[in-house]
Nanobody, 114 residues
């Protein structure tokens, strides 16, 4: 199983980025996919999750600014990040729960700075 995250980069406060995560190498459906992030010196935290049926859940810190979505047929997940703040700076990881086993991608760096 491989999870490939992309779309990170540097942006000024108030800017936007769109992260993508492509999953491959498996034959069963993915129930839950999610984005997590880890800022320097901090623990990894949940950003947003989405079920195969489209139910979503967000961390309070990103509600109203970030939108998670997925394309089940392509096993691809997205995170649209708007109104970015310096505190959003972190490595963002995609996660997929496949048959009860969590898988992680390598992460993509998001830097929000003026």
């Amino acid at each position: 199983v491989q999870l490939q995250a992309s779309g990170g980069g540097s942006v000024q406060p108030g800017g936007s980025l769109r992260l993508s995560c492509a999953a491959s190498g498996f034959r069963v459906s993915i129930n839950v996919m999610g984005w997590y992030r880890q800022a320097p010196g901090k623990q990894r935290e949940l950003v947003a999750v989405i079920t195969r049926g489209g139910n979503t859940n967000y961390a309070d810190s990103v509600k109203g600014r970030f939108t998670i979505s997925r394309e089940n047929a392509e096993n691809t997940m997205y995170l649209q990040m708007n109104s970015l703040k310096p505190e959003d700076t972190a490595i963002y990881y995609c996660n997929a729960n496949i048959a009860g086993v969590p898988y992680w991608g390598k992460g993509t760096l998001v830097t929000v700075s003026s």
